[in-house]
């Protein structure tokens, strides 16, 4: 039994993207390439790893079993290679790729400076950063870092705080004299909130009251998959949102919100950086995970104004 790297990482990324053009634009090679891998990878397994049907192709069982075990097998491996001179690699250019997965909101407004940077810093990585508030499946999809904001439910990763951030209850001025200021967490079962898709009303509206969490009764009509959209709907009237300082600072700055209940006190999120247990560590992403905690952990961008104080409020 005889196969390559190459027809290893061209199998996996055929699974992760789903189509041989997707992969051939991926990997900047033709789709005939990419074709002869695939059946060259299936006769050196002995078996049928794809369908095929009118130019589509479909993951067969044994594709999905074997690529559960290649990923994190391949993922060592390149670690492992990359490692061989660690002790060098800070000193010396940075070589080889990047799959970085962060929340979309985030991303867009911080991260990508921060990213930017480090790019320029190492020229000889190349990054693949995507944005999406879905939290990734990190081994599966084949991204070597991700970011979180909130307790990892992954318990299989590894991970390192780059800081932390407050929740914040805001509503816009009009809303309140629409519809009153709540003065109690119990008040607020008498307003709309806009809820977070990807979480449920009872874990994202929670605060800490005489030493034990909480979760009032809220309720509302509006869902949202992203805390920008969140932001803009809460400015626009229809509602209370709980949401990360990084978030809403501007807009509080601005005088577009105000906080809502500033003597409870909601969740303390932290910012983590989480990535598969790699031993050796790749020094590649030792010194991403090192540049982000530089530039988040003793001051944050989104509390630089003198007006926001270290906990995520307006002073």
């Given amino acids: 039994m005889r196969y390559s790297l190459d027809e290893i990482e061209t199998f ?5 993207l789903g189509t041989v053009t997707a992969t051939a634009a991926r990997l900047n090679l033709s789709k005939s390439v990419i074709s002869k891998r695939i059946s060259d990878f299936e006769l050196s397994v002995g078996a049928a790893l794809f369908r095929r049907n009118a130019g589509r192709i479909t993951a067969t069982e044994s594709a999905l079993q ?6 994190p097998a391949l993922t060592e491996l390149v670690a492992a290679a990359e490692s061989a001179a660690s002790e060098n690699a800070i000193n010396t250019s940075l070589q080889g790729s990047l799959a970085i997965t962060a929340p979309m909101s985030f991303g867009t407004m911080f991260l990508s400076e921060i990213l930017a940077d480090f790019a320029r810093t190492h020229p000889g990585l190349d990054l693949r950063i995507d944005y999406d508030d879905r939290a990734r499946d990190l081994l599966r999809e084949g991204y070597d870092i991700g970011i979180r904001i909130g307790d990892a439910r992954d318990a299989h990763l590894m991970q390192r705080k ?8 805001v509503a816009s001025a009009d809303y309140l004299a629409r519809h009153g200021n709540p003065e109690t967490l119990a008040d607020l079962r008498n307003h709309q909130v ?3 898709a990807h979480l449920s009303d009872a874990m994202l509206w929670q605060f800490s009251e005489n030493g034990r969490t909480v979760s009032p009764q809220v309720a509302g009509r509006i869902t949202l998959n992203n805390g920008e959209a969140m932001r803009e709907m809460a400015i626009g009237g229809v509602g209370l949102a709980i949401l990360p300082g990084f978030v809403v600072s501007s807009a509080i700055r601005e005088g577009k919100l105000q906080r809502v209940l500033p003597d409870c006190a909601a969740r303390t999120l932290p910012v ?3 990535w598969p ?3 050796p560590m ?5 010194v991403l995970i090192d540049h982000m905690v530089s530039c988040l952990s003793e001051q944050r961008p989104w509390d ?3 007006d926001f104080d270290r906990q995520g409020g307006m002073k």
């Fill in 277 to 279: 247990p790699i031993s």
């Fill in 282 to 286: 790749p020094a590649k992403l030792r």
């Fill in 272 to 274: 983590l950086a989480v």
């Fill in 162 to 169: 780059l800081c932390e951030d407050r929740q914040i209850v």
């Fill in 12 to 16: 996996l990324t055929v699974m992760e």
């Fill in 66 to 71: 074997l690529a559960e075990r290649l990923r």
């Fill in 304 to 306: 630089a104004s003198p």
């Fill in 194 to 196: 806009l809820s977070y």
